[in-house]
């Protein structure tokens, strides 16, 4: 059951419903089991994580393969019926959700097979609806590493991790979806299909349309394949958490990091003890990896690729030049895989253990690493001036600037009531951002929650060309209307 948006929404499009006989053929296409149209069975369709969008479709179709994919296009493109796109349909901004019953949800979780792995190459060739861990799994029997890694990854899609460029805690070292990725299939409106699934690292045939597919929501096209890099699995890998007082500390220890690590740090995070306190009040089997209470924490990851004994003297090299500069208060080194997979899974957690805490209104804005202490500071002074008892839970990837500026209501409050002042404290806290050089949609995307933000604050002549980006894809609009850009 869904529940009312925090944020005034766009209205949902007066679109007519679909026929019976249009429904009967696109169902055609994928066969009845795989045309979906009894409201329990569409339901997972239809929710989101949220819960803030209220789902309505015609018709989930279930695709198994490209050719149908195209063929569900080229029927849209004729009858001009709008197509929503969908993964794993983990998305936090609406981006994946239909919107009206004159709309067809399109998942490709069907498409799901792993077509090729090149290990000279060092590349991965899958299908859309290959689910993320499972990607990360077949690397690995390889013998090498995937290293995009988000808390979603047991039931997010590669072809959605791309739509949305997803990020994650490896973009430090590896980059972000779009930097992992050397090729692109996709299905274009017209139903005519993209065939870039190039395994090159060196291609400069004039403009990049993978580029323009990547972080596109499905907007430009539906991904149907994609050609992702790999990595060499590390040879060592150490995980820690250090204790420190203040995000200017953490700040420090991220440079002591760097020189003493270099390329093998591949996480590094922040993390408020309000934080910690809710996951391990909430999440079971989690506990405090140290003693004493520290103000903020740092999880830390080196990754050698050399041995485990080299990640353990860079970490160890790191942590004590730490205390020595009187940067880290106390520290906690793994000492096990599944020790460290417990310091990852704390923090990967942390969205969700807020949930049990009452509402909570949610940023996902990056600065630049420099200023991410002085963007804690000035956010957390208006918004605790705007709702004094507030909750500030910031936490997120200090190496790459990326903060989740999350603010729980106050102990007691009523969450509707607070949850009213979303907009404002989402206006507060996007002006620091501004004035800081950064971004309000960090790695989440716009979807239809961020849209209406997005045309207000980029300049004219961008909107201008991501509108006739899309008009030249899209002429007809049908691919994921209102979405990322109002056309």
């Not at 907009?423 to 050089?437: F, K, P, Q, T, Y």
């Amino acid at each position: 059951m869904t529940k009312k948006a925090p944020v005034e929404l766009p209205a949902d499009p007066d679109d007519a419903p679909l026929s019976g006989e249009l429904v009967a053929r696109f169902a055609a296409i994928v066969g009845e089991r795989n045309a979906i149209t009894a409201p329990h069975d569409m339901a997972p369709y239809l929710a989101e994580p949220r819960g803030l969008f209220d789902g309505k479709a015609a018709v989930v179709l279930r695709p198994g393969s490209v050719d149908e994919v195209a063929a569900i296009m080229r029927l849209a493109n004729e009858t001009r019926t709008p197509i929503v796109p969908q993964g794993g349909n983990t998305g936090l901004v609406g981006g994946q959700s239909p919107r009206s019953p004159g709309h067809i949800a399109l998942s490709v979780s069907r498409l799901d097979k792993v077509r090729d792995i090149d290990p000279v190459g060092r590349t991965i060739t899958v299908d859309a609806g290959v689910i993320l861990q499972n990607v990360q799994d077949a690397a690995e029997e390889a013998g090498l590493l995937f290293p995009l890694s988000l808390g979603s990854e047991g039931s997010c899609e590669i072809g959605g991790n791309l739509a949305s460029n997803a990020g994650g805690t490896g973009v430090l070292a590896y980059g972000n979806a779009r930097e992992l990725c050397l090729g692109i299939e996709a299905v274009l409106a017209s139903g005519e299909v993209y065939h870039g699934l190039r395994r090159l690292k060196k291609d400069n045939r004039g403009y990049d349309i993978r580029n323009l597919l990547v972080g596109s929501e499905g907007t430009l096209g539906i991904i149907t394949g994609a050609v992702m890099k790999l990595y060499p699995r590390p040879a060592g890998r150490q995980v820690a958490y250090a204790g420190v007082a203040s995000p200017e500390q953490a700040l420090e220890l991220l440079r002591v990091a760097e020189r003493h690590a270099s390329g093998s740090l591949t996480g590094f995070e922040f993390i408020p003890r309000l934080g910690l306190d809710f996951v391990l009040k909430h999440i079971e089997g989690t506990r405090d990896p140290m003693g004493e209470p520290h103000a903020w924490y740092v999880l830390v990851e080196i990754s050698s690729s050399r041995s485990e004994e080299d990640a353990s003297q860079t970490m160890e090299a790191l942590l004590s030049e730490g205390f020595e500069a009187g940067i880290v208060e106390d520290a906690a080194i793994a000492k096990s895989i599944a020790e460290a997979d417990a310091f990852w899974h704390m923090r990967e957690e942390m969205s969700w253990a807020q949930k049990p805490e009452g509402g909570s209104i949610k940023h996902d804005v990056a600065v630049p690493v420099a200023l991410v202490p002085a963007f804690l500071k000035k956010a957390d002074a208006a918004v605790l001036a705007a709702i004094p008892d507030a909750r500030i839970c910031a936490f997120g990837h200090l190496g790459d600037g990326n903060v989740h500026y999350n603010i729980s209501q106050p102990v007691g409050a009523d969450t509707d009531a607070f949850l009213s002042h979303w907009r404002e404290i989402n206006g507060l806290v996007h002006a620091v951002v501004a004035e800081m050089g950064g971004t309000f949609s960090a790695e989440h995307g716009i979807g239809l929650l961020k849209r209406d933000e997005l045309a207000r604050t980029k300049p004219a002549a961008e909107m201008d060309l991501m509108r006739g980006i899309k008009h030249l894809f899209d002429p007809n609009n049908i691919l994921n209307p209102g979405k990322l850009v109002q056309f």
